[in-house]
C-alpha cells in the first residue's frame, strides 16, 4: 500500500471517529467506560498517521530523489493534519478533555480531505528547496499552527458556552477553555517565532535577503503581531475570556491566510 | 496600570506632558495598540500591489483618495514614513517597557521582592529542632537543592530558590527584538541589493540595484566560467550552478561555484543564483554518416561554416527552434558548394529520415544553449546584527518556556509549648500547580496541623 491510500484510507478512519464518537456522546450519559476507547483509537489512527509519513519519505528514497516529505502543499497538508492531531492528543492527556479533541478532529479531516483535490505525487525537490532549512522551517511553523488550531477550537468553544447557558451546560468548564486557548498559544507562539527564524535564515541563503517584505513572510507577520498581541494583553493587561478567545480566533484567521490565502496574492513564496 | 490624571502627577503643565510621554513609552498598552497597528498597515501592504503606480489600481480613481494614497505611500507601504515609524515606535516603547521593569527584575532576582503567592500556616506539637529536620528534608526534595537556613530570637527561617534563570528570559526575548530591529535598520540605511546578469565567457563589474535599476560598480569582478543546467529525468530542474572567479586588480581573489542555497561571499558581498536567461547557442551537435557507413558526431559553432564530411559542401545554419514544435528542436541550414546551387532546408531532432548531402546522411543531435547567469548580489552589514537578535530571542523562548523560578520559606517558632510553621511560596508559572504540590506534600507530614489559609 503507498502512502496515499493510506492517507485515504486515514481521511475516513477520521470521520468515522468523529461520527462514532459523537453518537455516543450524545446517547450515552455516561461515556467515561468508553473515553478509553476512542483515546486508544485516535492514538492508533495518529501512529498509522505517523507511519504514513515515514513511508512517503521511505518512498521517496526509493524513487531516487529522497527527500523529507514535506516539499509541497499535498504533503505540508498531510503534515499540518498530523501536528493537528498531536495538538489534540496532548490536551487530551493533558486536561483530560475530550470535548476540545471531538470539535478539533473534523479540522484534521478536512485537512487531510482536502488532499484528495491536489496532485499527489512524490516530486523530485527544485533548487530552491534543496536545503536543510526546509525541514526546520516546515516543522516548526506548522507545529505552531497546531497550536493555533487547537487554541481556536478551544475559543470557539467558549465563546458559544458563554453564548447559551444551555450548551454550556454540556461543554468543559469555561476557565478550563480559557485556559486551553492561552496554553496552546503559549506553545504555538515560539514555535511560529522559530519557524519564521528558520525560513528568514533559508530566505537569506537561498535570495540573499533574510526579509523581503513577500506576502506569505508579511502574514506569517501579522499573525506572529496577533499573537504578540495575544499574550500580552493577557499577560500585562489581564484580558481573558471572551476578547482573548476573539483574538485567538482571529489570529488562527491569520494562520489559514498565510498558509492558503496569500497564494491569491501577488508573490514569490509560491511552492505551498 | 491605569492612566494617571494629568491634574494629579505634576504642579506644571510640561512635568504632566512629560509624564505622558513616559507612560506612552512604557505601557503596554502602547505595545498592544502598536502591534496591532503594524498588523493593519502589513495588510494593506499586502492587499494593495506595491511597487507599482497608484493611478493603476481602480479604487484610486477617486481623487480624495487618490491623494491620501500618495500622502501615505500605499504603494510602498513598508518603507513608507508612517510604517517606519511604528517600526521605530515600537522599538521604543519595548525599550521604555524593560528600562522600567529590569530593577523589578534585579529586586525579585536578589530576592528583595518578598511577594509570596500564597501562604500556609501549620502548628505542631513536635520541637523546633525535631520539624526543622522534616521540614528541611521536605524542601529539599520539592525544591531540589539545600535551604538557607537563618535564626534568629527563636525563629528558624529556611529558605529555597530555583531557577532564578528563568528570570532572565523576559528581558532575553524584547532586547532581542530590539536587536533584530536595530540590525533591519543597520541593513536599511547601509546595505545594497543588486542583480547582475552575465554571459558565459564574460566577465563585470557592474550590476543594477534593486529597485531602483542604478548601475554600480562593485569593488572586485565576476568571471562566469560556465553556466549548468541539470534537470531530473523528469524534466524538472536539479541544479543551476554557475562557475565563477572574482578578481581584483587583475589578480583572482577567489573563485567557486554558486548554486540555489549555496551562494558565495567575499568581504561581505554576497552572490546569489537568481535565475538565468538563454541567450543563444554555444553548439550545435550533428552526425554525419557517410556513404561508407562510417559514423562522425560533431559538436559545431554555429556561427561558423561546416565542411560536411565526404563532400565537398559546407552547411550553415541559419536559425535554432529550441523546441516551440511537436516535432521538438530544430535548425534551419543551407547547403552551399562550388557545384552546386545553395539549398535552404529543416531538420528536427525527432525527424526520422535525414537530410543527405552528396551521399553523407546529417542528422540533427542537440545543442548547447548559450546562458546568461542571474546573480543575486547583496551586501547587508545588519544581517549578523538580526542573526544575534534571532539568538537571543529564542534563548529568552527557552528560559521562559523551560525553567520557572520557585521560591519557598518556611518559618518555624515556637509559641506557648506549640510549634507554628509558616510556610510561603512563589512561582513565576504554574502557580496552583506549585501551591498544590507544597500542600499536598506538607498534608503527608502527620504532625502538622492546617490552622487556616490566605492567599495572598
Aim: glycine share 8%; aromatic share 12%.
Amino acid at each position: 500500500m503507498t502512502n496515499v491510500e493510506i492517507n485515504t484510507y486515514l481521511a475516513f478512519g477520521y470521520l468515522g471517529w468523529i461520527i462514532v464518537y459523537l453518537i455516543t456522546y450524545v446517547s450515552l450519559k455516561d461515556r467515561s467506560r468508553l473515553s478509553i476507547i476512542f483515546w486508544t483509537a485516535l492514538l492508533v489512527l495518529w501512529f498509522v498517521h505517523t507511519g504514513s509519513i515515514a513511508l512517503r519519505w521511505a518512498e521517496s528514497y526509493w524513487m531516487g530523489i529522497g527527500h523529507a516529505p514535506l516539499s509541497n502543499l499535498y504533503e505540508s497538508l498531510v503534515f499540518f493534519s498530523w501536528s493537528v492531531a498531536l495538538g489534540l492528543i496532548v490536551v487530551w492527556k493533558k486536561f483530560g478533555e475530550d470535548l476540545v479533541p471531538l470539535f478539533g478532529a473534523p479540522i484534521v479531516f478536512l485537512i487531510l480531505a482536502s488532499t484528495f483535490l491536489i496532485d499527489p505525487n512524490i516530486r523530485p525537490l527544485i533548487p530552491a528547496l534543496q536545503s536543510n532549512w526546509l525541514v526546520a522551517h516546515v516543522f516548526t511553523c506548522f507545529l505552531g499552527y497546531a497550536g493555533f488550531a487547537v487554541s481556536f477550537v478551544a475559543a470557539i468553544l467558549l465563546l458559544v458556552s458563554r453564548a447559551s447557558a444551555n450548551i454550556a451546560s454540556v461543554l468543559p468548564d469555561k476557565r478550563l477553555l480559557d485556559e486551553i486557548v492561552y496554553r496552546s498559544i503559549l506553545i504555538g507562539f515560539p514555535l511560529l517565532t522559530l519557524g519564521i527564524i528558520t525560513g528568514a535564515a533559508w530566505a537569506e541563503h537561498a535570495w540573499g535577503s533574510y526579509w523581503s517584505w513577500d506576502p506569505k513572510e508579511t502574514w506569517s507577520l501579522i499573525t506572529w503581531l496577533v499573537y504578540a498581541g495575544f499574550l500580552h494583553a493577557r499577560l500585562s493587561r489581564g484580558w481573558s475570556g471572551r476578547r482573548t478567545a476573539l483574538l485567538s480566533v482571529i489570529g488562527f484567521f491569520a494562520v489559514m491566510f498565510t498558509y492558503f490565502g496569500v497564494n491569491y496574492l501577488p508573490g514569490l513564496h509560491s511552492y505551498f | 496600570m491605569s492612566k494617571p490624571k494629568s491634574s494629579e502627577t505634576g504642579s506644571s503643565e510640561s512635568v504632566s506632558i512629560l509624564f505622558e510621554i513616559k507612560f506612552f513609552f512604557t505601557s503596554v498598552r502602547t505595545t498592544i495598540f502598536l502591534l496591532f497597528a503594524i498588523a493593519i498597515g502589513a495588510i494593506l501592504g499586502t492587499v494593495i500591489p506595491q511597487g507599482e503606480s497608484l493611478d493603476r489600481i481602480a479604487i484610486f480613481g477617486n481623487p480624495f483618495l487618490f491623494r491620501l494614497a500618495v500622502i501615505i505611500d500605499l504603494n510602498n507601504v513598508f518603507r513608507s514614513w508612517w510604517f517606519v515609524s511604528l517600526l521605530s515606535l515600537l522599538t521604543l516603547n519595548i525599550f521604555g517597557c524593560l528600562f522600567q521593569r529590569i530593577p523589578l527584575l534585579l529586586k525579585e532576582y536578589h530576592s528583595e521582592n518578598t511577594k509570596m503567592s500564597f501562604l500556609l500556616r501549620f502548628s505542631s506539637s513536635l520541637g523546633t529542632s525535631e520539624l526543622k529536620d522534616q521540614l528541611l528534608n521536605f524542601g529539599r526534595s520539592i525544591m531540589g537543592s539545600s535551604a538557607e537556613i537563618a535564626e534568629s530570637s527563636g525563629t528558624v527561617t529556611c529558605k529555597w530558590n530555583k531557577q532564578k534563570i528563568h528570570l532572565l528570559g523576559f528581558p532575553l526575548i524584547h532586547v532581542g527584538i530590539i536587536v533584530i530591529l536595530l540590525g533591519g535598520l543597520l541593513g536599511g540605511l547601509w546595505g545594497y541589493k543588486g542583480h547582475a546578469l552575465i554571459r558565459e565567457g564574460d566577465t563585470t563589474d557592474k550590476f543594477t540595484l534593486i529597485p531602483t535599476q542604478e548601475t554600480q560598480t562593485l569593488p572586485f569582478s565576476i568571471t562566469v566560467d560556465d553556466f549548468t543546467l541539470l534537470k531530473y529525468p523528469t524534466g524538472e530542474p536539479k541544479e543551476f550552478r554557475s562557475d565563477v572567479r572574482l578578481s581584483q586588480n587583475g589578480k583572482d581573489i577567489q573563485s567557486g561555484s554558486i548554486r540555489v542555497n549555496h551562494p558565495l561571499t567575499y568581504e561581505g558581498i554576497s552572490l546569489f543564483q537568481a535565475d538565468y536567461r538563454v541567450i543563444g547557442v554555444k553548439t550545435v551537435k550533428l552526425s554525419f554518416k557517410l556513404s561508407d557507413g562510417a559514423l562522425e558526431e560533431k559538436s559545431v559553432d554555429p556561427r561558423q561554416q561546416i565542411d560536411i564530411p565526404g563532400s565537398q559542401s559546407k552547411l550553415k545554419i541559419r536559425s535554432l527552434d529550441p523546441g516551440t514544435v511537436a516535432k521538438g528542436p530544430g535548425i534551419q541550414v543551407s547547403v552551399v558548394g562550388q557545384t552546386r546551387e545553395p539549398e535552404s532546408s529543416s531538420m528536427y531532432e525527432k525527424d526520422t529520415r535525414p537530410m543527405a548531402v552528396d551521399g553523407t546522411e546529417i542528422r540533427f543531435i542537440g545543442f548547447t544553449p548559450m546562458y546568461a547567469t542571474g546573480l543575486q548580489i547583496g551586501y547587508d552589514p545588519g544581517v549578523y546584527v538580526v542573526w544575534l537578535g534571532c539568538s537571543l530571542l529564542v534563548l529568552g523562548f527557552i528560559l521562559t518556556l523551560f525553567t520557572n523560578l520557585q521560591r519557598l520559606l518556611i518559618e518555624i517558632k515556637a509559641h506557648e509549648g506549640t510549634s507554628i510553621v509558616v510556610v510561603s511560596g512563589r512561582s513565576r508559572k504554574l502557580r496552583r500547580e506549585f501551591r498544590e504540590s507544597i500542600e499536598l506534600g506538607l498534608a503527608r507530614l502527620a504532625e502538622l496541623k492546617r490552622q487556616n489559609h490566605h492567599n495572598q
